[in-house]
């Protein structure tokens, strides 16, 4: 089987630990990894991780890649899209994909940021799901509702199929609190989860069937396909290829074709899954205190019910606090009625009208070659800690109205400097002047952490020219 | 008249705003200045600069004074403490002060730390307290209870002594519930808000009736005030005097002597006085919005009721928030349920308990020659930003295992490097190596701003050899 992860969450709903550029897959949310990383370690009793793929954006690119490594996920099984297109385009591209390496091959579709408490129900539930789909069904799993939830679509049970796999009668979009409430007792109907399992021929039939507009343009924009510039090896489309993806509809498989389709199955699938969509997701999968509370990072609790307190490092002391979520951040914190996480989306929309960088852009800014965090600012000074990975490097530039000064604090550097070029190892400092071309690489094989202190009177991140970039940022 | 300000709060209840090391009468709780200038702002139309007088503790009086630059005030009427030993003995230290200068003097105490809305009336009652000391009452303003406050201490009005003014029928310490609903029905109970009037001379000889231990040590004491150490100009005394400073007992002059006297008046003022005792406290002597929101700060705050949000430059985002008091500072953030304000005293007290530095230590710290910030932190490094005071300069010093990156970012230093001095400005950065001697100080007429990295495996405030220091810190 082949497993294909759509990760492209855009991540106001855990604002702040997620943001439109850190979305929610990337972060630690629950248990041990990332939400992608616990979402690939789920599959792997199934698919091999050369049988997976992923789809995610530019912006996600490197830093994907880079918590997906130490499960030797594929570099090149990565594409990242030129925009968000929605479920229909990106599982389409990923079929025509995946069936010219294998015409006979079923895929299965994965949400990037959901959780499954019961992994071994839910890699039984595919193993039954992929006997099904060889049958060119269009296979999805219902989860059996808890709660007249109004914010998810239902299927509805139809004639058995066989043991355990049903018709689908109907989909129903996102239904009001009464009409949920009706499906909860009715109980033939299901939460519809976003994961799918079918043959690539299947999938792609019903896609020339349902979505014409969209299937007639796969085979072109799969030929646009070509290594992403510099040297990180995931996959991305030329100029072409960006042309024809952004032109075609944004339309999710639901709409497109599952709504459409005869040859729609369902399997009702008791697996403990949850969609965490909102910081009150979290009392559903985490363990809680005597309390009801939820607490994590450098936090001081007292007297506090059924309260959810996300700290980091910085000191958080909360008192008689209920039913309300604090979440910090280094650049923003969120505190807020738990019975209102829904509407977080809503703030963050809020934040970005307003103009508040924090509701997009998070403290730590990853870059192809690492990262960067503000630290402190002043009239004519920013200070920054810059991580540099082992290989990598910043591009050649210079800056017009600013100065710098750099102090590696951990690792090595190597820094070219007009015509020369420098090792810096720990505890060693260098100056970069206004309007001197200089590059920052990291030639060892541990992180290079240094502090950087701009100075000058303009102080813009849009003050650079670059000379040469390994990622094609020139 | 001669006024005396007692500044020695210990400032755990608006923590984390106030610390231990940096206390409620040196914030900007409300109005523009902090409680301390607005204390001296709100005295200086009746007590003339020359005249004011102030008793805090070493540790805030370099603050102290800068804060008090502007007024003109006179350093050597600042009088340091060597420990806190309570009302009584800084009152009776105070009148043997002022009474060597003036021995017909009217001094009045004032707490550095409350709110007078009124300030006309309170001038007014200040004044006619002022003739009453004359006739050698010692005097009190009293207070009109406005709800069955259980957290002061009542006095209890007696029989007239001329209009407006009352005997003090009895002092009434802090009531339960029950007895603060009868006092506040009754009508001639009144809160003690810890404003005195009296002549030097008597309240000197009150405390010899009623507190000869404490009495009787006034003039050996107050013989050994002299110059703190430095070119700061305050006062404090010399080791013998910090001794028997140090032996007497801690009383209030409430118990000391007002609970014993016959002569002590009481006027009722109508002044519209607040302690500001706990957070909650804002919401009686602030404007609030109009869903009764306090917010101050980078806030977006969203169906938020009743609630206090106090932000800085980080961004605070709030949503739904009902009767809730956030309060950020750069190292610490508060979350309390209003009706529990009071108890952020104890929750303080758990912080020192478990040893967090962010209980009593703000992230600024301040020191006699200007703060530094502790900005980031890694394992072999420590990152501040430093400020010293125009004029002002550090201990020749040296460190043994860290080595430390200098970068003025504004105004300019003078710094010693073993046997050589540099003028730097801005943008000049130096490395002063470990084990040797350095010293900066800031030759300028503005502030000096730089961002020190220390490096090295072993970053302590500790590791520091002092040759030479302004400040008696050798």
Known sequence: MY????????????????????????????????????????????????????????????????????????????IAEPCNRNTALAIGLMAKVIIDKDPNAVMAVFPADHVVANSENFIKTLQKAETLAQKNYLVTLGIPPTRPETGFGYLQQGDEIEDGAYQVERFVEKPDQLKAEQYLEHGKYFWNC????????????????????????????????????????????????????SSLPSLSIDYAVMENSSRVALIPADIGWNDVGAWSSLDEVTEKDSQGNIISGNVLAQDCINSTIQGQSRLIAVLGLKNTVVVDSPDALLVCAKERSQDVKKLVESLNEKGHPEGKQPATVNKPWGSYTVLDAGPSYVLKRIEVLPGEALSLQSHQHRSEHWTIVSGSAEVVRSKETFQLETNESITIPKNTKHRLGNPGSDLLIIIEIQFGHLLDEADISRYEDRYGRC
């Not at 912006?59 to 918590?67: D, F, G, H, K, M």
């Not at 079918?198 to 507009?213: C, G, K």
């Not at 007639?216 to 024809?244: F, H, M, P, V, W």
């Open 3 to 78: 497993g294909v992860i759509l990760a492209g969450g855009s991540g106001t709903r855990f604002w702040p630990t997620s943001r439109e550029q850190s979305p929610k897959q990337l972060q630690k949310i629950i248990g041990t990894g990332t939400m992608l990383q616990n979402t690939v370690q789920r599959l792997l009793p199934l698919i091999s991780i050369e049988n997976l793929y992923l789809a995610t954006n530019h912006q996600q690119a490197v830093e994907t890649l880079r918590q997906l490594d130490s499960y030797g996920f594929f570099p090149d099984h990565l």
């Open 194 to 245: 976003g994961v799918f399992i079918w043959r690539a021929s299947t999938i792609l039939e019903e896609l020339q069937n349902y979505a014409e507009n969209i299937y007639s343009q796969l085979d072109a924009i799969a030929g646009c396909i070509q290594n992403a510039k510099g040297n990180s090896d995931y996959l991305e489309l030329n100029g072409t290829g960006r042309g024809l993806f």
